[in-house]
């Protein structure tokens, strides 16, 4: 049977008013997990290039993503595609930003 979950469950358990993520999937062979994320409006995003690949969902919220040093405005229903080793961060985050990030091969825990 699939693992089936609730992305408004999974995101409820993230600290409230700060930006936090946590990994809620991770499928057997490793090729794939996802996390949930929140940046609230206003928030830094620190982020540096990762191992893997990504695949952002933009669930709610509006900000930017600046990938490559190329900015794309991003807002609920957005799907964004960041390559491994690819500096990317969000900026100018105008409203609470809560997105599902696939990885590919799964995120490193150490990442």
Do not use: C, K
């Amino acid at each position: 049977m699939p693992d089936v979950t609730r992305f408004d469950e999974e995101l409820a358990r993230l600290a409230p008013g700060q930006h936090d993520f946590a990994e809620f999937f991770r499928s057997p062979s490793g090729s794939l997990s996802l996390t949930v994320a929140r940046w609230p409006a206003g928030a830094v995003d620190d982020q540096q290039p990762h191992t893997e690949d990504e695949v952002y969902f933009v669930v709610s919220g509006r900000a930017t993503l600046l990938i490559d040093g190329e900015p794309h405005p991003v807002a609920a229903g957005s799907t964004a595609f960041v390559a491994a080793g690819v500096e990317h961060r969000f900026i100018e985050i105008a409203q609470d930003l809560d997105v599902l990030v696939f990885w590919s091969p799964a995120r490193q825990t150490n990442a």
